[in-house]
């Protein structure tokens, strides 16, 4: 009888990594993949298909909850990338639909759920509360007000300064400094590679709000997005997910 392989167990050895120690190391290798199928694939309708597929491989089994957040993360971060990129704060090189490559919204949801999984073995938050959607709210000001103007980033700082007072945990540190460092090879990968520019660069092709908004992400993410699709994966029907 021959047991299924999988991609993670032909990635990693049981006998040398925990369970924990696998969810920590799959993240940050799946971001690199990811960028690579990019570049390698120009066809923006075919990386809709493969990058799917590979998420799937990689971050298989999902569950409900996983689905949820790769939907609602998709879904709103599509609506606030097109307010911005009708300001010009930043312009893709293909743009396929609202601005953006058909893939642009998928990725969204794959930085969301690596986040989730990379934090899969700590303290999650399970309430929803108002400070969150305060701080949503802010954050959304700032980028639909301010963007392209030259008071963008002085928004985006103080808007993400308020976040911090209100959620500084070091799980809301930590979800923000993950954000962080992903966004920082997802924003080098993009201006080097031409998928996208910035009118007004500050230091390597990047403006300096980009910091500041990838934080605001991670914190968001644990603090507002997390506990959302759990009050809704609670109120469908079937049984709520397993995975919490």
Not at 66 to 88: E, H, K, P, S, W
Not at 96 to 118: Q, T
Not at 182 to 195: A, D, I, N, P, Y
Not at 219 to 239: A, E, K, N
């Amino acid at each position: 009888m021959h047991a299924r392989v999988t991609l993670q167990t032909r990635l990693f050895s049981k006998k040398h990594l925990n369970p924990m120690s696998q969810a920590r190391i799959i993240p940050p290798l799946a971001l690199p993949g990811t960028l690579a199928l990019i570049w390698f694939v120009p066809q923006s309708l075919l990386l809709v298909l493969l990058l799917p597929l590979f998420w799937f491989a990689v971050y298989r089994p999902f569950d409900r909850h996983d689905l949820l957040v790769f939907l609602v993360a998709g879904l709103f971060i599509t609506i606030q990338n097109y307010l911005v990129l009708r300001t010009g704060a930043f312009v893709f090189t293909q743009q396929d639909f609202l601005l953006m490559p058909y893939y642009e919204p998928l990725l969204w949801g794959f930085y969301f759920l690596s986040l989730k999984r990379f934090f899969a073995h700590q303290e999650q938050v399970r309430r929803l509360e108002w400070r969150a959607i305060a701080g949503l709210v802010l954050i959304s000001l700032a980028f639909g007000l301010f963007s392209g103007t030259i008071w963008h980033s002085a928004a985006v700082f103080a808007a993400t300064g308020f976040l911090l007072v209100l959620f500084h945990t070091g799980g809301d540190l930590s979800h923000g400094l993950y954000a962080l460092a992903m966004g920082f090879v997802v924003e080098l990968f993009g201006v080097s590679t031409g998928q996208w520019h910035y009118p007004n660069p500050d230091i390597l092709g990047i403006p300096y709000w980009f910091a500041p908004m990838w934080i605001s992400v991670g914190i968001l993410g644990r603090r507002l997005l997390f506990p959302l699709v759990r009050f809704i994966d609670q109120r469908l029907p079937v049984q709520g997910s397993q995975r919490q």
